[in-house]
């Protein structure tokens, strides 16, 4: 064996030895010091790990696997939040569920309640990590925008891409007191839809529920009609750039004359990224700033009155809003 192979292959095991052991002391300390001392530890080191060893494809190949595999997943799992999101019972990652399990929402109570008490420990720490805190964060504005835009152009239409269950029209208060003339939802999940079009809101006939997929938006294969406000809170984090940027082309099109559009991805550096993709299997398409901003790039200058960036508190989500000229 060559070298350099030799070395690589001695660097690769004495990785996955590392992390074997680290996980080991986890389990140990889980039983002795509780849910979150051990979790805390073992995100801070798969961070490390993800850091170390992402680039040369070592981490998803060989040490996701092993750390799935370690007994200490079995710990983890019992933790309501990371259960629910490895299971995927919906079929694909960070579902509506799950979003109203980390609202804290009354419908995402049930699965609280099953949880062992190891579990329940667990849940109480990673409920309030900063990506959990940053989404609830974002489910606010998402309200307060809708509520802002109902008094600044009144009789305003809304579109809601990617709604999931809608929660912030639950507190927005342009929805509750019908200040708005329609907010139409759109996704691709039935179970989603369904549950919209059963809310208070939507049987008062104030909010639409429409199964409209990314492609049907990049092919302009609807019938939505032009918007005041056009926002997608949760859906930038799982495409790919070139369709980041042609979806932004699309929404921004959708928009009356004055119009606002609102996207959002979480950033690059999230402490809790690691631990989501290796015990949650919620790997999201993590940004910088400038690819955040540069959304918009498809969008011709003369159509683009101005283009706003910012970040929540934390720093864990960007958001970038376009308005129309």
């Known amino acids: 064996m060559a070298k350099d192979g030799l070395v690589a292959e001695t660097g690769e095991l004495a990785a996955i030895q590392g992390l074997r052991d680290t996980l080991d002391a986890c389990a140990v300390l889980a039983r002795t010091r ?3 001392e051990a979790i805390h530890k073992v995100t801070e080191a798969l961070a490390v790990l993800e850091a170390e060893h992402g680039p040369s494809g070592l981490w998803r190949s060989r040490l996701v696997p092993e750390a799935r595999a370690h007994p200490f ?27 109203d399990i980390i609202y804290r929402h009354p419908d995402g109570r049930s699965f609280e309640d099953h949880a062992t008490a190891f579990g329940a420990d667990a849940f109480a720490f990673t409920i309030d990590v900063a990506a959990c805190e940053a989404v609830r964060a974002r489910k606010t504005l998402l309200a ?20 999931g269950h809608l929660r912030e029209a639950e507190t927005s208060r342009a929805v509750q007191n019908r200040q708005i003339a329609r907010l139409v939802a759109t996704d691709q999940d ?24 990314v492609r049907n938006f990049l092919g302009k294969r609807h019938d939505l009609g032009p918007f005041d406000f056009v926002y997608a809170a949760g859906l930038y984090d799982y495409l790919e750039e070139r369709a980041a940027k042609r979806l932004t082309q699309a929404l921004f099109g959708l928009l009356k004359d004055g119009g606002r559009l609102l996207v959002a991805n979480f950033l690059t550096g999230i402490w809790e990224a690691a631990y989501m993709e290796v015990y ?37 989500i960007g958001f970038l809003e376009l308005f129309k000229a």
């Open 73 to 99: 997943s079995a710990l983890m799992h019992q933790c309501p939040l990371t259960a629910h999101s490895f299971r995927r019972p919906r079929g694909y990652p960070g579902d509506a569920d799950l979003l």
């Open 190 to 213: 039935a179970d989603s839809l369904a549950l919209v079009a059963n809310s208070p809101a939507a049987r008062a006939g104030l909010v639409e529920a429409r199964r409209v997929t």
């Open 144 to 163: 307060e925008r809708i509520d802002a835009v109902a008094v600044q152009r009144p009789g305003a239409e809304v579109l809601s891409v990617a709604c």
């Open 34 to 36: 509780g849910a979150p």
């Open 280 to 316: 949650m299997d919620w790997p999201l398409i993590y940004r910088s700033r400038e690819e955040i901003i540069g959304f918009a790039d498809l969008i011709p200058a003369g159509q683009l009155a101005r283009r706003d960036y910012f970040e929540d508190a934390s720093q864990t």
